[in-house]
C-alpha cells in the first residue's frame, strides 16, 4: 500500500523522495520486532490468538494511517502497525504447514500466499482508479477495514493447530472435534488421550534454533532471507516512483507495481510446486533469473512494451522465491520451536527489508541512470540465489521435517 501512495504523498506534502525513505523502513522495522519478539507467544499461547490479535491490531493501525499529517506521524504509525503483521503471517505459516502432508507442503504454503500477492497487486488498481479522486488516504482506509473484518472471521473460523493442543496437552475435546473434520470415518472416544511423538524441549526457543544441528541451515536461511527482501523492497517501494519520475504516467507506474504482484501470485505456486519437486535449487534458479530481469527494468525506459511483461516475469521469479524461503522456513523445524523459527527468519531478514528503501533512497538521491540503479537493485537477488544454493547443499540430515524425513 505505502509503495502505491508514495508519489502521491511525496506531490501534496512537497516531501524528498530520500526522506520518504524513512517511512518505509519503519513499518518493516516493526514487522521485525514483531516477528522476533512476539511470534514465540504462539509456540506458548497458540497459533489462532496470536494470528488473530496481529490481524487486528494491524488493521487499527493502518486505518489510522489514513488520518496521518505529517511525515513523522507515518513513521510512528506504520512502525507500530508492521509489529501486528510481523507477529501474524509468520505464524500463520507455521500454522498452515501443521495441516498439510510433508511432500506438498511447499506448494501449499505457495497457494496460500497467493492471497498476499493477490492483495498487493489489488492495491495497485485501487491507487490507479481511486487515488487520482480522492487522494492517498483512500488506500489506507480500505486496507484498514478489510484486516478488521478479517480478524472477526477468523475468530469463528480459523482451527487451532492440533500439534500444539496435544504438546500442551489442552482440550482433548477440542483436538477430536478437530480430528473428527480431518477423518470423518474415525470416531474418538470423550475420554481419547492424545499424544505426539516429538518432543517438548524448555528453555529460550530462539536457542534452539541453533542446536542439534541446525546452525548452519539456519544461518544460511537469515542470511537467504535478508538478502531476498534486501532486493524485494527496494522495488517494491520505489519501482511506480522511479517510473513514474522517469516519465511513465503516475496510472502506468502503480500499475507496473500491481503487475509485480501479479507475477508473485503466479510464482507462489510455481516456485513452491518445484521446490517440492526438486529441493531448494529451485529457489536459487528462481533468483537468478529475478537479477537478470531486475537488470532489464532499468534498460526498459518508458516502453510499456517491453517493461510491462519484464516486471511481471521478475515477480514470478523474485516474489515467488521469497515464497520459497517462506515455505521452507516453516517446515525445517519441528512443531515445539516452528512459529519461533519462522518468526526469526521473517524477522531477521526485515534486516533486509529495512535497508532496502534506506539504500534506495540513497541511490535515487544521487540522481543515476535507470539502468545503473537496476543493476544496484539485481545484486541482493544474486546474493540470495548463491545462499540457496549452500542452503541445498547442506547435511540432508539437518534440513527435516515434524516426521524425520528428508525434506
Given at each position: 500500500?505505502?509503495?502505491?501512495?508514495?508519489?502521491?504523498?511525496?506531490?501534496?506534502?512537497?516531501?524528498?523522495k530520500?526522506?520518504?525513505?524513512s517511512?518505509?523502513?519503519?513499518g518493516?522495522?516493526?514487522?521485525m520486532?514483531?516477528?522476533?519478539?512476539?511470534?514465540?507467544?504462539?509456540?506458548?499461547?497458540?497459533?489462532?490468538?496470536?494470528?488473530?490479535?496481529g490481524v487486528?491490531?494491524?488493521g487499527?493501525?493502518?486505518?489510522?494511517?489514513?488520518?496521518?499529517?505529517?511525515?513523522?506521524?507515518?513513521?510512528?504509525?506504520?512502525?507500530?502497525?508492521?509489529i501486528g503483521?510481523?507477529?501474524s503471517?509468520?505464524t500463520t505459516?507455521?500454522?498452515?504447514?501443521?495441516?498439510?502432508?510433508?511432500?506438498?507442503?511447499?506448494?501449499?504454503?505457495?497457494?496460500?500466499?497467493?492471497?498476499?500477492?493477490?492483495?498487493?497487486?489489488?492495491?495497485?488498481?485501487?491507487?490507479?482508479?481511486?487515488?487520482p479522486?480522492?487522494?492517498?488516504?483512500?488506500?489506507?482506509?480500505v486496507?484498514?477495514?478489510?484486516p478488521?473484518v478479517?480478524?472477526?472471521?477468523?475468530i469463528?473460523?480459523?482451527?487451532?493447530?492440533?500439534r500444539?493442543l496435544?504438546?500442551?496437552?489442552?482440550?482433548?475435546?477440542?483436538?477430536?472435534?478437530i480430528?473428527g473434520?480431518?477423518?470423518?470415518?474415525?470416531?474418538?472416544?470423550?475420554?481419547?488421550?492424545?499424544?505426539?511423538?516429538?518432543?517438548?524441549?524448555?528453555g529460550?526457543?530462539?536457542?534452539?534454533?541453533?542446536?542439534?544441528?541446525r546452525?548452519?541451515?539456519?544461518?544460511?536461511?537469515?542470511?537467504?532471507?535478508?538478502?531476498?527482501?534486501?532486493?524485494?523492497?527496494?522495488?517494491?517501494?520505489?519501482?511506480?516512483?522511479?517510473l513514474?519520475?522517469?516519465?511513465?504516467?503516475?496510472?502506468?507506474?502503480v500499475?507496473?507495481?500491481?503487475l509485480f504482484?501479479a507475477?508473485?501470485?503466479?510464482g507462489?505456486?510455481?516456485?513452491?510446486?518445484?521446490?517440492?519437486?526438486?529441493?531448494?535449487?529451485?529457489?536459487?534458479v528462481?533468483?537468478?533469473?529475478?537479477?537478470?530481469?531486475?537488470?532489464?527494468?532499468?534498460?526498459?525506459?518508458?516502453?510499456?512494451?517491453?517493461?510491462?511483461?519484464?516486471?511481471?516475469?521478475?515477480?514470478?521469479?523474485?516474489?515467488?522465491?521469497?515464497?520459497?524461503?517462506?515455505?521452507?522456513s516453516?517446515?525445517?523445524?519441528?512443531?515445539?520451536?516452528?512459529s519461533?523459527g519462522?518468526?526469526?527468519?521473517?524477522g531477521?531478514?526485515?534486516?533486509?527489508?529495512?535497508?532496502?528503501?534506506?539504500?534506495?533512497?540513497?541511490l535515487?538521491?544521487?540522481?543515476?541512470?535507470?539502468s545503473?540503479?537496476?543493476t544496484?537493485?539485481?545484486?541482493?537477488?544474486?546474493?540470495?540465489?548463491?545462499?540457496?544454493?549452500?542452503?541445498?547443499?547442506?547435511?540432508a540430515?539437518?534440513?527435516?521435517?515434524?516426521?524425520?524425513?528428508?525434506a
Amino acid at each position: 500500500m505505502l509503495g502505491y501512495a508514495a508519489p502521491s504523498i511525496i506531490k501534496v506534502w512537497h516531501i524528498n523522495k530520500a526522506h520518504f525513505a524513512s517511512v518505509f523502513s519503519s513499518g518493516l522495522a516493526g514487522y521485525m520486532v514483531g516477528a522476533t519478539l512476539l511470534t514465540h507467544l504462539a509456540d506458548k499461547f497458540g497459533r489462532k490468538r496470536l494470528i488473530i490479535a496481529g490481524v487486528l491490531f494491524f488493521g487499527m493501525l493502518t486505518l489510522a494511517t489514513a488520518y496521518a499529517t505529517s511525515l513523522s506521524e507515518l513513521v510512528v504509525i506504520r512502525l507500530i502497525a508492521g509489529i501486528g503483521l510481523g507477529a501474524s503471517i509468520p505464524t500463520t505459516i507455521a500454522l498452515a504447514a501443521e495441516y498439510v502432508p510433508s511432500r506438498t507442503r511447499a506448494t501449499t504454503s505457495g497457494a496460500m500466499f497467493v492471497g498476499c500477492n493477490l492483495g498487493g497487486a489489488l492495491g495497485g488498481l485501487i491507487a490507479a482508479r481511486f487515488v487520482p479522486r480522492f487522494g492517498w488516504p483512500i488506500i489506507f482506509l480500505v486496507g484498514g477495514i478489510t484486516p478488521i473484518v478479517l480478524a472477526a472471521f477468523l475468530i469463528f473460523a480459523l482451527p487451532e493447530s492440533v500439534r500444539f493442543l496435544t504438546l500442551k496437552q489442552r482440550r482433548p475435546d477440542t483436538v477430536a472435534a478437530i480430528l473428527g473434520k480431518l477423518l470423518p470415518k474415525r470416531t474418538f472416544a470423550p475420554d481419547a488421550r492424545f499424544v505426539l511423538r516429538e518432543e517438548n524441549q524448555g528453555g529460550l526457543p530462539v536457542r534452539h534454533l541453533f542446536t542439534e544441528g541446525r546452525g548452519l541451515v539456519t544461518s544460511l536461511l537469515w542470511l537467504a532471507f535478508v538478502s531476498s527482501l534486501l532486493g524485494h523492497y527496494f522495488l517494491t517501494s520505489w519501482l511506480p516512483t522511479v517510473l513514474e519520475g522517469s516519465g511513465v504516467s503516475f496510472a502506468h507506474a502503480v500499475i507496473a507495481g500491481a503487475l509485480f504482484q501479479a507475477g508473485g501470485a503466479i510464482g507462489s505456486v510455481l516456485v513452491c510446486w518445484y521446490l517440492d519437486k526438486l529441493g531448494i535449487v529451485a529457489i536459487a534458479v528462481a533468483f537468478g533469473i529475478a537479477s537478470v530481469l531486475t537488470v532489464l527494468i532499468g534498460f526498459a525506459g518508458a516502453s510499456d512494451a517491453l517493461m510491462m511483461p519484464v516486471v511481471f516475469l521478475n515477480g514470478i521469479c523474485m516474489l515467488g522465491g521469497q515464497v520459497g524461503l517462506s515455505a521452507v522456513s516453516g517446515t525445517i523445524y519441528p512443531a515445539y520451536i516452528r512459529s519461533t523459527g519462522a518468526g526469526w527468519a521473517f524477522g531477521v531478514g526485515r534486516i533486509g527489508s529495512i535497508l532496502g528503501p534506506a539504500i534506495g533512497g540513497l541511490l535515487i538521491a544521487s540522481n543515476p541512470p535507470n539502468s545503473q540503479l537496476f543493476t544496484y537493485a539485481a545484486l541482493p537477488a544474486l546474493f540470495c540465489a548463491a545462499a540457496a544454493c549452500l542452503l541445498g547443499r547442506a547435511p540432508a540430515a539437518q534440513i527435516v521435517d515434524e516426521a524425520g524425513a528428508a525434506a
